[in-house]
């Protein structure tokens, strides 16, 4: 037998037969039958046979032997573990839940360092979150194949049933979303476990907001069940120590209508609100019909609902979801962080954001915020850990005594003893938090738990979104114009524009249109201390915004006057002025303004001051008094940096409107459109004139104030692209850019054209020099010098002279 058996376990080929025609091993001859006991030899003896055939007779003994093999499983040995995952009901976690248990049980699977001779498996069932089909399911798992060593539920009125139940089968339950306070009780719930935190964490967050905002008296409205009970009486202690009343205690079971016209009848205005999610749209359906909602009412409700679950259709309650989310504004949440904060890789190797990604990747595109569970997912995901880790470290003291976790059955306590030991001392970094001694999550003691405060409301800026859309179409037209005027830049009719300081007005406008959006924003949308910033932002972008825009249209209008308005003599040195000198002109007139505001800023700084008003009383029965607070970016010196600011740009705009009207009646070709930069500077020069004082008169009505400087920004700048650029795009597309100087003068009935300009101007200095010839032949013939006769006279005169 020996060497048969040897020649067995060492085989030289596999063997050609089919698996089903494979015997473990079979010789007839006298009656004589073998077994083998040792497992490892069994095991390793089938595994072989397996691979080979073992023709009959092939064995030279004399005896008859019949070796019964019953081969034993290959590979790794199965632990159950039952699960209960609710994915309908009062609390749908299981939507959540349920992949991110399964993530957890593929890695603990693939992992060799956990658990390296066994495989988790997992049975689950919808427990609707409702104990009597939990019940039900309960039975299933417990009295069906296989022995399952570790029960798996979610939901604090399910986790209260299986929890009690357990301990009368020897078996731990590990719960990842029930935050029941009753669960706590080790006399009641001896094997009990959970990943979730107890509800009684947020009642500290709770009291201290009714203290911060000075509170004495608050109303609750319950759904009758343990898990609300049990943290109600654990808030109404507290409150009583702070010396806070609860003046109006309702509760219901399944319709909440009675409740909620029992709050409107005793006046309740601090409500805290304690039920399921299927049962905060049945209350807020009715308190909609009550109008208990408003600014006179304040709602505390459990943060762990779905974010949209007001948005959710249920056949349940015949509100709209419009009723649903005016009912549910300005309610608030509190909630425990139940993602870990920190960017560590605990047990599972993986991250937070790395888990997340994980997950949003196994719920296939579902929206988190229509997704029970989502929040609580991390839970289940450690809670799946926690159980490898305790059950990994239980295999090296049951080898000790003799057991294996295989052999676990119902009537097995010491098996229990030690999972539970484990279970107890287990201690892990995860993607949530830790387990601790007494079972309940490991976060620190209330005092120093994190919780998230939330207000949900929709905010209502119908005026800055309406200025900033027309701010943004500005920049728009400004891109547009800016386009076209670089695309045309080599077009004759362009270029006697000068294009490049068209660039800069383009530029500059856009610029002005920018500062908008940073006028419109105030402390509720950037943090305190990012505001100054934003102050930074409204003064550089006006600022320099109007020195490119108006400085370049104020160079055109300036060139203009010094050329045709000035005495010959100036008139002939200063008409050729050189392109590069218009642009330097620019660029002074910006550094100034550079120059300024950093000297500004280095010595006085902008920064928020926060204005006080006169505490108002709000139309209607409201019973609060508004404090007005207005935010300015101001400095020590603000008056005085202000007037030189002023200052200088309105005599600017002073100075832009003369010479507008000094050149409003020539006619040159080298600026053939600073007719439109006058009317232009016109319009600019005026709104700006009024708005600066107007908007100082009302810089403590802040809507107005905005509204006022905002809408004078816009329609100046609209006002300078139109009259620009327009004219411009509408010539080119109407004429083509090809046609002749006379075709051009055809068409626009003009007397006189350009190269008519230069003849007369060629005239001009002929005659000059024929008049000197003249005085000089007079003045030899000693002739008295009459009076110069007309110019049509001296032209056809000079023409006759030899």
């Known amino acids: 037998l020996s060497l048969s058996l040897s020649s067995l376990l060492h085989p030289a080929a596999p063997s050609p037969l089919p698996a089903s025609q494979r015997p473990c091993l079979l010789i007839e001859q006298p009656p004589v039958t073998l077994r083998l006991q040792h497992s490892e030899a069994m095991a390793r003896l089938c595994q072989i046979l397996l691979l080979r055939s073992v023709p009959r007779c092939s064995l030279t003994l004399t005896l008859t032997l019949i070796l019964f093999c019953s081969c034993p499983a290959l590979g790794k040995k199965k632990l159950y573990i039952g699960a209960l995952f609710p994915m309908s009901g009062g609390w749908p976690g299981g939507q959540a839940c349920l ?9 603990v699977n693939k992992r060799t360092d956990i658990l390296p001779d066994y495989e988790l498996e997992l049975i689950h069932y919808d427990s609707m979150c409702d104990p009597g089909e939990a019940t039900k399911l309960l039975y299933d798992l417990l009295y069906t194949e296989p022995i399952k060593i570790v029960l798996m539920p979610g939901c604090s009125s399910v986790s209260t049933l299986v929890a009690e139940a357990a301990r009368m089968w020897n078996l731990i339950v590990l719960s990842y979303g029930s935050s029941s306070p009753a669960l706590s ?32 008296k608050i109303a609750t409205i319950q759904q009758t069940t343990e898990v609300f009970t049990s943290t109600l009486d654990d808030l109404e202690e507290r409150v009583r120590e702070a010396g806070i009343e609860i003046s109006v205690r309702q509760s ?69 979801v419009e009723q649903m989310t005016e009912a549910v504004e300005g309610h608030v949440t509190t909630e425990i962080v139940m993602l870990n904060p920190e960017t560590v890789r605990g047990a599972s190797k993986l991250t937070s954001q790395e888990f997340l990604a994980q997950l949003m990747s196994k719920l ?39 057991h294996r976790l295989e052999d676990f059955n119902y009537n097995n306590r010491d098996i229990t003893v030690e999972i539970y030991r484990a279970m107890n001392t287990s201690s892990f970094e995860g993607v949530s938090v830790s387990t601790k001694s007494n079972g309940e999550r490991s976060s620190g003691p209330p005092a120093d738990q994190t919780v998230v405060i939330e207000e949900f409301r929709y905010l209502s800026q119908k005026l800055f979104v309406s200025v900033s859309v027309f701010a943004g179409l500005g920049i728009l037209l400004g891109i547009v114009c800016l386009t076209f005027n670089i695309y045309n830049r080599n077009v004759r009719y362009i270029q006697n524009s000068q294009p490049y300081l068209n660039n800069m007005t383009a530029v500059g406008c856009m610029m002005a249109l920018a500062a908008v959006f940073p006028l419109g924003i105030d402390g509720l949308h950037v943090h305190r201390r990012q505001f100054p910033v ?90 609060v008094l508004i404090q007005p607070l207005l935010e300015h970016c101001s400095s020590e010196k603000m008056t005085t940096w202000l007037g030189v600011v002023y200052g200088y740009k309105g005599l600017l705009l002073l100075l832009g409107i003369f010479l507008a009207y000094e050149t409003k009646s020539i006619s040159t070709e080298k600026i053939n459109d600073h007719r439109a930069v006058g009317m232009a500077i016109y319009n600019v020069a005026v709104l700006c004139m009024i708005t600066a004082p107007v908007t100082m008169i009302l810089s403590s009505q802040q809507d107005a104030s905005f509204a006022f400087a905002s809408l004078a920004i816009v329609f100046s700048v609209y006002i300078t692209l139109v009259v620009l650029f327009v004219p411009k795009m509408r010539r080119l597309i109407t004429r083509g850019e090809w046609q002749s100087d006379a075709q051009e003068t055809m068409k626009t009935g003009s007397s006189t054209n350009n190269n008519d300009e230069e003849k007369s101007r060629q005239l001009e200095r002929e005659n000059k020099e024929l008049q000197k010839i003249i005085q000089e032949y007079l003045a030899e013939l000693h002739f008295s010098i009459l009076p110069t006769p007309p110019l049509k006279y001296q032209l056809s005169l000079n023409r006759s002279l030899p």
């Open 99 to 107: 992949p991110s248990a399964q993530m957890a049980l593929d890695l």
């Open 364 to 402: 296939g595109g579902k929206n988190p915020e229509e997704t029970g569970g989502f929040q609580e997912a991390p839970l289940a995901y450690d809670a799946v850990w926690a159980l490898a880790l305790a059950l990994n470290k239980t295999v090296g003291p049951l080898k000790a005594k003799g």
């Open 252 to 320: 219901f079971l399944t319709d909440p209508a009675v409740a909620v016209k029992n709050l409107k009848r005793q006046d309740a205005r601090i409500i805290v609100g304690l039920f399921y999610e299927t049962e905060a749209r049945k209350v807020f359906c009715e308190v909609y019909k009550e109008k208990l909602y408003g600014k006179k009412y304040v709602w505390f409700l459990i943060g762990w609902y779905a974010d949209n679950w007001f948005k959710i259709k249920d056949a349940s309650i015949n509100c709209t």
């Open 534 to 623: 934003v102050c930074q932002f409204r003064l550089w972008l006006l600022g320099l915004g109007f020195s490119i825009a108006y400085g370049s249209m104020f160079t055109k209008i300036w060139w203009v006057h010094a050329v045709f308005t000035k005495k010959d003599e100036k008139k002939d040195k200063r008409k050729h002025l050189e392109p590069w000198k218009l642009y330097a002109t620019v660029g002074v007139l910006l550094c100034i303004d550079i120059l300024s505001l950093i000297i500004w800023q280095i010595l006085d700084p902008l920064h928020i001051t926060v204005e006080k008003f006169t505490r108002e009383a709000p139309k209607g029965d409201l019973d």
């Open 185 to 216: 009780n080790r006399q009641r719930f001896p094997t009990f476990f959970r990943t979730h935190p107890s509800a009684t964490l947020h009642n500290p967050t709770r009291v201290q907001l009714f203290q911060k905002w000075k509170w004495t």
